[in-house]
T-cell receptor, first 116, second 109 residues
Framework: NAGVTQTPKFRILKIGQSMTLQCTQDMNHNYMYWYRQDPGMGLKLIYY???????DKGEVPNGYNVSRSTTEDFPLRLELAAPSQTSVYFC???????????????FGEGSRLTVL | RKEVEQDPGPFNVPEGATVAFNCTYSNSASQSFFWYRQDCRKEPKLLMSVYSSGNEDGRFTAQLNRASQYISLLIRDSKLSDSATYLC??????????FGQGTELSVKP
């Protein structure tokens, strides 16, 4: 079972470049999330989606955009990369049980991004 | 006030010790609560959910106090393999899952 797949695992960007982090899940989960984790810190929520066609801002959305055209895919776009966006990015999904979402997040392995 | 706050770390304890972590949350309408464990910057993994009545899983006990808006995690008889970062996670209304900043635990021989 693939679970949640993130690509790329590592990337170095120059200031001002743009890129898209890809995230795909094959568990038919409605809820998907993008987090970033800076050294010594917890995970900060960037954007999340409760279903195809619906996205919402999290705690730190500035400098990022997302889309959710299908249940499976939730790409994160960085426009005009800045050194402050150097971080480890995690994509995650979780399932639903009836109307309530279950608690367990399924994570990708993370994408380590450096902006120089 | 942050949505979710945890005890600052690191906690350095000897093997066999009992250690407790606390976590407070600001949204009183939060619906569910969890403890996750993260090893060496890998992806976090669910340790246990936290139920209103409290729940236990082997050496781990989780408690929820809705009136005071905090959750706790107790680890008894600490093992070397318990060394990790422990993250509390809160689910406010609307689908978000908010992480605390994490508490690092180091268990020494």
């Amino acid at each position: 079972n693939a679970g949640v797949t993130q690509t790329p695992k590592f990337r170095i960007l120059k200031i001002g470049q743009s890129m898209t982090l890809q995230c795909t899940q094959d568990m038919n989960h409605n809820y998907m999330y993008w987090y970033r984790q800076d050294p010594g810190m917890g995970l900060k929520l960037i954007y999340y989606s409760v279903g195809a066609g619906i996205t919402d801002k999290g705690e730190v959305p500035n400098g990022y955009n997302v889309s959710r055209s299908t249940t499976e895919d939730f790409p994160l776009r960085l426009e005009l990369a800045a050194p402050s966006q150097t971080s480890v990015y995690f994509c995650a999904s979780r399932g639903t049980s009836g109307r309530a979402a279950t608690g367990e997040l399924f994570f990708g392995e993370g994408s380590r991004l450096t902006v120089l | 006030r942050k949505e979710v706050e945890q005890d600052p770390g690191p906690f350095n304890v000897p093997e066999g010790a009992t250690v407790a972590f606390n976590c407070t949350y600001s949204n009183s309408a939060s619906q569910s609560f969890f403890w996750y464990r993260q090893d060496c910057r890998k992806e976090p993994k669910l340790l246990m959910s936290v139920y209103s009545s409290g729940n236990e899983d082997g050496r781990f006990t989780a408690q929820l106090n809705r009136a005071s808006q905090y959750i706790s995690l107790l680890i008894r008889d600490s093992k070397l393999s318990d060394s990790a970062t422990y993250l509390c996670v809160v689910n406010p209304p609307g689908g978000k899952l908010i992480f605390g900043q994490g508490t690092e635990l180091s268990v020494k021989p």
